[in-house]
């Protein structure tokens, strides 16, 4: 019988495609391994289908009143699967103990919590891209690794789908498509959505055949349609909230760049392969930077703070990035736009 690991996953977007090359040295480790995934429920779809993965568990994060049955019946049903070991991408004592109770026997994960852990890997140190930090699992494991990117596969379903989105919109998909992410899961991190809306005018007015795409969850989907009125152009249409994860992955895939501060759709354009635009502030490239199969072009400015810095209030401001200027990114983006419609 096949080896079964099931893998408990992390929370976000970006995070999850960070996982993406330890799951496949995971999955290639040896012949006839079924990789299982516990993922909450809204980034399902980002290893739904993929080579590397076999089965998704849906297991919410939560701490609602209803979390504690769907994790009993997530407990049940894992239970029946019978596996042979798990692994945790971050510690968590709740996860570990669950995974003791259904009589999971090797238990792996990062040490820094009281957990019944049967291999416990000491993190590593430093500031290392966190692919570099999950793949340090692999090494604990004594796992041969399958390389650092991550990536996206886009069915070529998903990519006609992506292409009567974009028509059914009045997209010339004929002619180069660019896109803007102007969201975001964190306000520091994001460019301040008037820059957007300049950068837009700038590239309409520079690129006549280029049509522009606005980006983004549900919640941003005020920010993109603001950013487009204020464009006001038949070329530039708002997208945000409208399309799932692996239409919007595909939407990626067709453009010629992506233009987007520290998110997660920035790294899901990288992972299919798109050419990005990165504007980081209170993050690190170093740590959270761009790792897929696409080329970026990063821009961040050393304002003698220190990153990654995650406070909710600054001093300064939050200079680091309203000092990014319109003019700046629009120099960078001439330098990046290759003109491709789609790869």
Known sequence: MSKKILVFELNWLGDILFSVPLLKALKYSEPDVFIACAVVPRYADIL???PWVDKIMPLSDDRGPFSIFEKLKFMNLAKKEKFDSCVL????RSKAEMASKIGIKKRIGFGGKVAPLTLEITPPPG???RVD???????GMKIPLMGRKYEFPVSADDLERAKKFLTDAGIDIKKPVVAFNPGGNWGPKRWPDENFADLAVMVLKEYKNVSLILTGANKDEAVASGIAAKVNSNRCVSMAGKTGL???GAIFKLCGLVVSADSGPMHLASAVGTKTLCL????SPAITGP?????????HHDISCEVPCYLDECRKGYICMQNITVSEVFESFQKAYD???YK
Request: aromatic content about 2%; hydrophobic content about 35%; some cysteine.
């Open 133 to 139: 930090q999950l793949l340090a699992l692999a090494e």
């Open 48 to 50: 739904r289908n993929t």
């Open 339 to 341: 003109g491709q419609t």
């Open 127 to 129: 500031s290392l891209h």
């Open 291 to 299: 790792c897929g199969k696409g080329e970026s072009v990063i821009i």
């Open 89 to 92: 991408l971050k510690p968590s």
């Open 280 to 283: 980081f502030g209170p993050t």
């Open 246 to 248: 692996k239409v919007l």
